[in-house]
C-alpha cells in the first residue's frame, strides 16, 4: 500500500511556483496577487482561508484579506467584489464558502469576474470546463488529477466511483476523470445519498473518490482488493483522547479500507494540502493570463 502524499506533493507544487515567481521577480514582471473574501467566522473557514494566505507569502505571492462580519449583507459582499473585479493589482480571488445563510451563494459566484475566478466556480468557467475549453479548474478536483498523474495512476478505462455530487468537489470530479486527459479516460460512475445499494458499486471499483461528508463511511468491506483510495473529506469527530478535544477524520475508515487499497491519501496530509496548491497555481495562471 502506498500513501498518497499530498503535503509532500503540495511542497513540490511550490516549490515550482516559487521558482517561477523568483523568476517574475527578477525580471521586474508584478507577482500574482490572491486576495480571499471571508464573511463570517465558522471554525473551519477561518482556518482554510488563513492556510491560503500563508501559502501566498511563503511562495512570494502577495495576498489581502477581507475579513468581513457575519451581518455583511448581500449587497456589501456584492460591492466587495465589484471592487476586486475592477482592482487592475488583483490577479484572482476566491470568496470562501459556505457563506451565511442570507447570502445568496449563486448570486455571489455569478458577480466574480470568470478571468479573476481562481476557485473555477462561475458558471462560465464550469461550461469551459464540461466542454474541454481552457478554464480555470476547481482546487480540489484539480489536486486530485494531479496527484494521481505524478504518482503514475493508471486511469485510462477504470472504473472510477465517485461518491457526492457537490458543485465543488463530486461533481466536477467525474466531468473531469471522463474527459480526454491525463488522470481521466475512465468509467466513472457518481454514487450519492440517494444511491441504492451503494456498496455493489464501490465493490466494483477500481479508483474511488470519497467526498459525500459523512465521516468513515467507506469501510473496508466496501473495497476490492487493490482498489485507489482518494478521501476528500475531513471533519473533526469528538475524541477525549486528544488534547484538543477531537480528531480529523476522512469520509474513509482509513483503518479498514487500508489494508486492502494499492494506494490511499490520508486525512489529514491527503487532498487538503493539495487543493491550497492548486488554488495558487490557478493565481499564477491568471497573471500571466494578464500580463
Ligand atoms: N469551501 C470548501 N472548499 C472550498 C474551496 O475550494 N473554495 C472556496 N472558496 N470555498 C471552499
Redesign the pocket.
Known sequence: MIILDGKKVSNDIKDEIAAQVAIMKSKGEKVPHLAAVLVGTDGA?MT?VGAKVKACERIGFESTLIDLPEETTEQELLSHIHNLNNNDDIDGF?????LPKHIDEQKVLMAVDPDKDV?G?HPTNVGRMTLDLPSFL???PFGILELLERYNVETSGKHVVVMGRSH?VGRPMSILMSQKRNAGNATVTVVHSRTQNLAEFTRDADIIVAAIGISEFLKGDMVKDGVVIIDVGITRVPDDTKKRGYRLAGDVDFESVSKKASFITPVPGGVGPM?IAM?LKNTLLAREMRS
Open positions: 473557514s482554510y476566491i470568496v470562501q464558502l459556505p476557485d466556480f476547481p482546487a480540489t465543488i487543493t488554488l
